[in-house]
């Protein structure tokens, strides 16, 4: 398990429904912080729905 070094920290992550932006925010997010994504087009994080499963 990792350390979660950032928690208590917010991290606001621009273009984060898809690509490398969404990679960041998950990556931040298993480091503790909690995370804020900011995408134009949000729907397009729908690719992803077999995460939710």
């Known amino acids: 398990m990792e350390e979660k070094k950032l928690k208590g920290k917010v991290a606001m ?6 690509g ?8 931040l997010a298993r480091l ?3 995370i804020a994504i900011v995408d134009r ?7 992803y729905a077999f995460e939710r499963e």
Do not use: M, W
Request: glycine share 20%; proline share 0%.
């Open 32 to 34: 503790g912080a909690d």
């Open 13 to 18: 992550i621009t273009g984060g429904a898809r």
């Open 41 to 47: 087009n949000l729907k397009s994080a729908e690719v």
């Open 20 to 27: 490398l932006g969404r990679g960041y925010a998950l990556r």
